[in-house]
């Protein structure tokens, strides 16, 4: 039976080596951008802590403690985008797939930025998912998060939004769409399986997916609903459409690891209204201390779970699979 916090089957660190050694210059760009966004964010938060602190001595705790737990309800949706992914290569039992997410969450904190796909990566190796098979679990996660939250939160600010940027939003959201639609074969294509995702599959996905960024979009529009509305005065609809496309344009920017410096600009800009660049920077940068708690307690719930559980789904495996 396999322990999914180790890897005991040899060669099973391959796929996320490869992975490593083919990303090691983007690795030390996104590093650099990474410490240059914090830094600026670090400057923004500092000349504006006045207004930060007052604003927050008047949140309403319990927005913020909502937003935590509908991020945390995030990584119990995620596995099921594992399962449909990867089970037309081979089943993959939920409690695998939440063990497989879950578990590594730390290492989205490791610099970089994609030590949390190299180790599900390599987790799901140990379980005896082909490299091909993998190479496509995350390919299609890439173009379909991105084609996503572009594609949905670009018509949300063109139809509900105000008049900043709407032809490049327009643009952008329309790639985003074109994305979508051709994330299946560019995903086949560009990973050289046999075969793509079966539609009926990739429905399915999208509907997981539809569900996740809805879930997402609630947590940010929770979050910002916590404070005083003259801070921000954009309705429920547009501040969702906000939260995906600065996402999105942040997820796209292949120097910003998880979009760090890009989505708080992006965002900031969008929802600013009344309220300074750089007071709208700050708060927005505040929102990762919300994930940071969502993943940590992610983390914990399911370690303590799995801990305790020995997965018998890992008895019936095919022959080989340790």
Do not use: C
């Not at 909502?66 to 081979?90: C, Y």
Request: aromatic content about 12%.
């Amino acid at each position: 039976m396999m322990n999914i916090t180790e890897i005991r089957r040899p060669g099973a660190l391959e796929v996320a080596r490869t992975y490593v050694a083919k990303k090691a210059l983007l690795r030390r760009i996104k590093t650099g951008f990474a410490a240059i966004a914090l830094a600026a964010m670090g400057l923004a938060v500092w000349r504006s802590w006045d207004f930060l602190r007052g604003i927050w001595a008047a949140v309403d705790a319990i927005y913020v403690v909502a937003a935590v737990l509908v991020w945390m309800a995030l990584h119990f949706l995620s596995p099921l985008f594992l399962k449909i992914v990867l089970g037309h290569s081979r089943p993959l039992t939920y409690w695998d797939a939440l063990g497989v997410h879950a578990l590594r969450l730390p290492s989205r904190y490791l610099p970089g930025g994609i030590w949390h796909t190299v180790a599900r990566v390599a987790d799901l190796s140990a379980l005896g998912y082909p490299p091909r098979a993998l190479t496509e679990f995350v390919l299609l996660e890439n173009f379909v998060a991105a084609g996503f939250a572009l594609g949905v939160g670009g018509t949300l600010l063109l139809i509900v939004g105000g008049e900043k940027w709407r032809l490049l939003i327009g643009l952008v959201s329309l790639g985003g769409f074109i994305g979508l639609v051709a994330a299946p074969y560019m995903s086949r294509l560009l990973s050289r399986s046999e075969r793509s995702i079966p539609t009926v599959s990739y429905l399915w996905l999208l509907l997981v997916v539809a569900f996740f960024w809805t879930l997402a979009s609630f947590a940010f529009v929770t979050f910002v609903n916590g404070f005083r509305a003259e801070v921000f005065d954009a309705t429920i609809l547009e501040t969702a459409g906000v939260y995906l496309f600065s996402w999105g344009v942040g997820f796209v920017t292949i120097f910003a690891p998880q979009g760090i410096g890009v989505f708080e600009y992006v965002s900031g800009a969008l929802l600013s209204g009344e309220i300074g660049m750089t007071e709208a920077v700050s708060v927005m940068a505040s929102f990762r201390v919300v994930v940071l708690l969502a993943d940590l307690g992610a983390w914990g719930m399911v370690s303590l779970a799995l801990g305790r559980r020995r997965w018998p789904e890992s008895r019936d495996r095919e022959p080989g699979i340790k």
